[in-house]
């Protein structure tokens, strides 16, 4: 039994470098979600795929972030030209949607980001 | 809007101690679910209930127990018979009927002291 995974867990870059991160969401599952939490605080929503359709993005996701989930499996999340305020930790979580409704949301193990 | 709050943020008791973390919560809508995730040191966020804004019962899964009271706009987690396993950060989290995004509370870190 597989849960959510998601590579790398630890990632250290310079301001101004990109960086991306995977997501191998649950694999019947066919939602996929996009956090990030800092320090002291509560995950924060940023988008969420049905399938490969990118459904919601929040205000938190500039235009420097792009997300992904081309075969609808696993997605990608891209920072380009990082900033110190992108350290945080990436947490992906996938969901079971039926009858429209998806409700549990489970959780990979996150990627934190350092930004030098 | 929605908003969970989570007053305490962090507490500490003696093992074997009982319990109990709070949180409020705020929205306009009358369907909607609550939850309660545990964040271990390892950093990944573990489910552990869900509740649905029809359900008022109360829950219990072994050491676990849940209290949601729609009057108060609580769902409060108490945890008997605490074990150092128990130490992590707690979120109780809200998700709107129609909304596929969580809102959590910013966490209680619990600490077990042996």
């Known amino acids: 039994d597989t849960g959510v995974s998601q590579d790398p867990r630890h990632k250290i870059t310079k301001r101004g470098q990109n960086v991306t991160f995977r997501c191998d969401p649950i694999?019947?599952?066919?939602?996929l979600y996009w956090y990030r939490q800092t320090l002291g605080q509560g995950p924060e929503f940023l988008t969420y795929?049905?399938?490969?359709?990118?459904?919601?993005k929040s205000r938190l996701l500039s235009d420097r972030f792009s997300a992904e989930r081309p075969k609808g499996s696993f997605s990608t999340l891209e920072i380009q030209r990082t900033e110190q305020g992108d350290s945080a930790m990436y947490l992906c979580?996938?969901?079971?949607?039926?009858?429209?409704?998806?409700?549990?949301?489970?959780f990979g193990p996150g990627t934190r980001l350092t930004v030098l | 809007a929605q908003k969970v709050t989570q007053a305490q943020t962090e507490i500490s008791v003696v093992e074997k101690e009982d319990v109990t973390l709070d949180c409020v919560y705020e929205?306009?809508?009358?369907?909607?679910?609550l939850f309660w995730y545990k964040q271990p040191p390892s950093g990944e966020l573990v489910f552990l209930i869900r509740?649905?804004?029809?359900?008022?019962q109360n829950e219990i899964s072994g050491r676990y127990s849940w209290n949601f009271q729609k009057s108060t706009s609580s769902f409060n987690f108490t945890i008997t018979a605490s074990q150092v396993v128990d130490s992590a950060v707690y979120f109780c989290?809200?998700?709107?009927?129609?909304?596929?995004?969580?809102?959590f509370g910013t966490g209680t870190r619990l600490t077990i002291i042996p």
């Open positions: 979580a996938s969901s079971l949607a039926s009858s429209g409704r998806a409700i549990e949301q489970f």
């Open positions: 694999s019947e599952h066919n939602r």
């Open positions: 795929f049905q399938n490969e359709a990118q459904l919601e």
């Open positions: 929205t306009r809508d009358t369907t909607y679910y």
């Open positions: 509740r649905n804004s029809f359900d008022e």
């Open positions: 989290a809200l998700l709107n009927f129609g909304n596929e995004k969580l809102t």
